[in-house]
């Protein structure tokens, strides 16, 4: 069973920094793509960044594209993402998730989900 546990989340000011991490346990030699996610309240989920594993290719929403950087730590089997800059509109709830394939920001196909870590980001 793979389980993804985030921290890292907290409160900052506009302009500052945070480092997420996504601790990762299970078949993780599996899997293929790791992404990043976020939930505002009353906002739908939405892709943040994303990463090959094995290759390392990275993508990124348009909005975090500059200050945002995700990275994965193979031997450690951590995921990673670096926030600097932010805004209050990267106010959300943040989670990492796994997929068998390749990278995309549909939240139906991944296939497994942490429970989160809260971001606030206040002005």
């Known amino acids: 069973q793979v389980q993804l546990v985030e921290s890292g989340g907290g409160s900052v000011e506009t302009g500052g920094s945070l480092r997420l991490s996504c601790a990762v346990s299970g078949y993780t030699n599996r899997y293929y793509c790791m992404a990043w996610f976020r939930q505002a309240p009353g906002k739908e989920r939405e892709g943040v960044a994303s990463?090959?594993?094995?290759?390392?290719?990275?993508y990124y929403a348009d909005s975090v594209k500059g200050r945002f950087t995700i990275s994965h730590d193979n031997a450690k089997n951590t995921l990673y993402l670096q926030m600097n800059s932010l805004k209050p509109e990267d106010t959300a709830m943040y989670y990492c998730?796994?997929?068998?394939?390749?990278?995309?920001?549909?939240?139906?196909?991944?296939?497994?989900w942490g429970q989160g870590t809260q971001v606030t980001v206040s002005s």
């Open positions: 998730a796994t997929k068998l394939d390749y990278c995309s920001f549909e939240t139906y196909a991944y296939n497994y």
């Open positions: 990463i090959y594993t094995t290759v390392g290719g990275t």
